[in-house]
């Protein structure tokens, strides 16, 4: 039966509030993806950044510095939220690793760098070690 309860708010017992409970398995496998988005839509921030950044000549460029400040600002904040759940060394050699990898790549496509057979295998290492820590380490979130 529908009642007010001393507070004055109406319930009818047709909506039940969401749990609670951190430790149920559901919200922490939410908790795990979003913190992966979260990482991701940093990292993606960061290439970004640093891909303006050559393009705001030193900052003396208005329109490609501020993209860069903007994308340095989304960057952070995301890596920030991801580390509500994902622990610091874990997140920060995943940012930093692939972050080198789309770096090169887009300096590669976009700018005319040039790569050559140690930089790719030493940027196949850095793939082969997120990888690693991922699967197999205990500090990463699983």
């Known amino acids: 039966?529908?009642?007010?309860?001393?507070?004055?708010?109406?319930?009818?017992?047709?909506?039940?509030?969401p749990?609670?409970?951190?430790?149920?398995?559901?919200?922490?496998?939410?908790?795990?993806?979003?913190?992966?988005?979260?990482?991701?839509?940093a990292i993606v921030a960061e290439v970004i950044g640093t891909s303006f950044m050559k393009a705001s000549a030193g900052f003396t460029r208005a329109g490609p510095a501020l993209v860069t400040i903007v994308a340095y600002a989304i960057a952070f904040y995301a890596l920030?939220?991801?580390?509500?759940?994902?622990?610091?060394?874990?997140?920060?050699?995943?940012?930093s690793g692939v972050g080198i990898v789309l770096i090169a790549s887009a300096?590669?496509?976009?700018?005319?760098?040039?790569?050559?057979?140690?930089?790719?295998?030493?940027?196949a290492l850095i793939i082969a070690g997120v990888i690693v820590m991922n699967l197999f380490s205990r500090a990463a979130p699983h």
């Not at 920030?80 to 940012?95: D, E, H, K, N, Q």
């Not at 300096?107 to 940027?123: R, V």
């Open 19 to 41: 749990a609670a409970d951190n430790d149920k398995p559901d919200r922490r496998a939410y908790r795990s993806a979003m913190a992966y988005l979260y990482l991701a839509v």
């Open 80 to 95: 920030s939220l991801t580390l509500r759940t994902i622990p610091t060394g874990v997140a920060y050699a995943i940012w």
């Open 1 to 17: 039966m529908p009642g007010r309860p001393a507070n004055g708010a109406f319930q009818c017992g047709c909506i039940t509030p």
């Open 107 to 123: 300096a590669w496509l976009f700018q005319g760098q040039k790569l050559d057979a140690p930089a790719m295998i030493g940027m």
